[in-house]
């Protein structure tokens, strides 16, 4: 990475970190990243989040010093055939959920500064609408055709 490329990194993740840890108002579980094979440009990451306000939440943008972009995307099948769109930001409900999985609501993290393999873990940054930005450590998990991830 580059030295310029580096500090606004280390900024960024900075601005995000200290707001993180006072922000109660969204909740996050079960990060997880999925190992894809060597070489590869695009992984995909998955997680819930739980909104405990009585207005809605608004995630403008995602964005990690472990990958150049990160954009959220959907998958859904229209007229029998799967189509995965870019969406340009989620709403969390009031009180309620969404749940960032496969074959539904999903992040594209493209081009891994480094390699990723199972067991490492890596930074999200969740950027709200209102400014607030949420820190999440989501580990990198193998799927094989034999496992199951249970989130």
């Known amino acids: 990475m580059k030295p310029a490329g580096f500090f606004i990194t280390a900024f960024l993740l900075?601005?995000?970190?200290i707001p993180a840890q006072a922000?109660?108002?969204l909740q996050v579980s079960d990060p997880w990243i999925?190992?894809?094979?060597p070489g590869a440009t695009v992984l995909a990451g998955y997680l819930t989040l739980t909104n405990t306000t009585s207005a809605p939440l608004v995630i403008e943008a995602v964005s990690s010093p472990a990958?150049?972009?990160v954009e959220i995307h959907r998958s859904q099948v229209v007229d029998g055939v799967a189509r995965m769109q870019p969406v340009s930001e989620l709403t969390v409900p009031a009180t309620g959920n969404?749940?960032?999985a496969p074959g539904g609501y999903h992040l594209m993290l493209l081009r891994p500064v480094r390699p990723l393999?199972?067991?490492d873990n890596v930074i999200l940054l969740l950027h709200r609408a209102d400014g607030i930005c949420v820190t999440v450590t989501a580990p990198v998990l193998r799927m094989t055709e034999s496992s199951s991830h249970q989130h």
């Open 23 to 25: 922000d109660d108002t």
């Open 34 to 37: 999925r190992e894809a094979p």
């Open 14 to 17: 900075l601005c995000c970190v």
């Open 98 to 100: 969404i749940s960032l």
């Open 117 to 119: 393999t199972e067991g």
């Open 67 to 69: 990958f150049e972009a």
